[in-house]
């Protein structure tokens, strides 16, 4: 292997070791930030997520609370629940897990959330306040942890060639405005590669940073990777493994052994992006806290 790992998961110790300051910070002050996690139905994936930051906000000295409902649930039931978080002063931050049940439109609830508390950063009012560059918003906990993973490597995006795969209203499209922006973790020129993209391996073998947002497992191999590129997988897909005990292993959008013989700096999957995603959920939440005494 070549390539230096970029270490999500103690990057993301770090910085959890940071927001448990805040907390304590805050607890002098006499708040406790609240993050408040809203699960409808029986998704074994968000499952684990929902256990996972509620593990951590509680670690970091928050109070984390899963409001767990059937799958039957209404969309109406779930938006006068989504009324009384908005209303409660004890609930800083709330996330409601998606992907919902198909008779509820996740756009609607999304638009249900206070801005003030939305610290997924999916309500429009934050998405444009993203794109503006106003920085009193919420941002969307995957790219922001993005950002922070090239910040704290000491990764230049300053007019480096950006290529993203992926164009998500969670991951592609935020990844490419903060990228964007002209401060710390921005300035970089923008591509964004979908499935209609024309030549796809073109654009990602001159990409200096490359980030994977797929969902297509080991999808970009070492060959479609510019020598010395930073490569950012943010992909989580599980594949069928007949050597392991459980039958399957997690694995990215990009083929790890290939692309770190090439690749200058890279994410491994697990422990990349996605301790990352969590640690900037739990920041949010802080920051929410903080917001709403000031
Ligand atoms: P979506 O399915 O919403 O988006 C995938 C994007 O990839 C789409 O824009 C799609 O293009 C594009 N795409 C699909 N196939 C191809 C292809 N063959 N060539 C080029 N582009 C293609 O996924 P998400 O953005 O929600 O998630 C992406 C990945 O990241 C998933 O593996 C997901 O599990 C993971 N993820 C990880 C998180 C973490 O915390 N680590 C958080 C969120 C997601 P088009 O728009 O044209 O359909």
Not at 128 to 141: A, R, S, V
Not at 258 to 271: F, K, L
């Amino acid at each position: 292997m070549r390539a230096e790992l970029i270490d999500g998961a103690a990057i993301a110790a770090q910085i959890r070791s940071e927001i448990a300051r805040d907390v304590g910070a805050l607890a002098a002050r006499g708040v406790v930030p609240g993050l408040t996690v809203v699960l409808v139905g029986e998704d074994p994936a968000s499952a684990v997520y929902v256990a996972n930051k509620e593990k951590f906000a509680k670690q970091a000295g928050m109070r984390g609370d899963t409001i767990r409902l059937a799958a039957s649930t209404s969309q109406a039931e779930l938006l006068a629940l989504v009324e009384r978080l908005n209303a409660d002063p004890a609930v800083h931050g709330i996330l409601v897990q998606m992907p919902l049940p198909s008779h509820i439109d996740p756009d609607v609830v999304i638009r249900h959330i206070d801005p003030r508390k939305d610290v997924d950063g999916f309500h429009p009012v934050n998405v444009g306040k993203l794109l503006i560059g106003h920085t009193d918003g919420f941002l969307p906990c995957t790219p922001a942890g993005v950002i922070e993973l090239l910040l704290r490597s000491g990764v230049e995006t300053r007019g480096a060639e950006a290529v993203i795969v992926g164009r998500s209203n969670i991951v592609g499209k935020p990844m490419a405005a903060l990228l964007m922006q002209p401060r710390a973790g921005g300035d970089a020129t923008v591509t964004v590669c979908h499935s209609r993209s024309r030549d796809l391996y073109e654009h990602t073998r001159r990409a200096d940073i490359l980030i994977a947002a797929i969902g297509r497992a080991e999808m970009i191999r070492g060959e479609h990777i510019k020598p010395g590129a930073t490569v950012i997988d943010v992909g989580m897909n599980r594949v069928a493994d007949p050597s392991r005990a459980s039958g399957s292993r997690l694995c990215g959008d990009v083929h790890f052994d290939s692309a770190a013989e090439v690749a200058g700096r890279i994410t491994p999957v697990p422990g990349g992006v996605g301790p990352m995603t969590i640690a900037m959920l739990l920041q949010n939440a802080v920051r929410a806290a903080e917001r709403s005494i000031t």
